[in-house]
């Protein structure tokens, strides 16, 4: 496996570990699952604090949402299937983006 690749495979894996803890720590928190709802409470502080959040935090919702979907509605295997390539490619660029920012501050070599 070459360095490239092994470097993406690690900053998917970043980016969907960031994602899961970011919900869990807000489930823990809000006593209540996190979802994209978070954006539709009109304008105030709490809603643009939320889109940070969610920017990170939904590649895990999209697969969660996806994989209940599948099980409760017997969704296609092509929509799973779309929805798994942009969770994953969502989660590469959020590793990767965090990854970046581990680098610059200098708390990664």
């Known amino acids: ?9 690690f900053s998917l894996c970043i ?3 960031l994602a899961g803890a970011l919900t869990s ?3 823990a928190l809000a006593q209540r ?3 994209f709802g978070l954006l539709q409470e009109g304008v105030a502080p709490k809603t643009f604090a939320a889109v940070p959040f969610l920017v990170f935090a939904a590649p895990f919702i999209i697969m969660r949402n996806t994989l ?5 509605e ?3 295997f092509e929509l799973v299937m779309i929805a798994t ?6 989660s590469l660029m959020s ?8 680098r610059a501050t200098g708390l990664l070599a």
């Open 74 to 76: 017997s969704r296609r």
């Open 1 to 9: 496996m070459s360095p490239d690749a092994l470097n993406s495979l």
């Open 85 to 90: 390539v942009l969770a994953g490619f969502w």
């Open 25 to 27: 720590g807000y489930q």
């Open 68 to 72: 209940r979907g599948a099980r409760i």
């Open 95 to 102: 590793g990767t983006f965090f990854l970046m920012t581990l």
């Open 15 to 17: 980016g969907f570990a």
């Open 33 to 35: 699952p996190a979802g």
